[in-house]
């Protein structure tokens, strides 16, 4: 905490375009902290959709697999660029 408050105000005394702006340390704190926590839960929302996709599909079957890379096909599951 004294290392975010000491950081706020060397951001303070350095100035810029909103210097006559003063904004309350607790309130910067605040918005950190939740700033912190949307994207805590953006980002664990990703990982949980993502797993849930890989879940979701269909086991590899591992005859098919070597069947289509010994006649050269491809893998309809992965979409050609």
């Keep these: 905490m004294d290392q975010a408050r000491e950081l706020v105000e060397r951001l303070r005394r350095a100035g810029g375009p909103s210097q006559d702006v003063a904004v ?6 605040r918005g950190l902290a939740l700033g912190a926590l949307v994207g805590a839960a953006i980002a664990g929302s990703t990982i949980w959709n993502r797993r849930q996709q890989r879940l979701a599909r269909p086991a590899a079957d591992p005859g098919r697999d070597a069947l289509a890379a010994a006649s050269g096909a491809q893998d309809d599951r992965i979409p050609s660029q």
Excluded at 24 to 29: A, H, N, Q, R, T
Aim: aromatic share 16%; proline share 17%.
């Design 24 to 29: 309350p340390l607790g309130s910067f704190m």
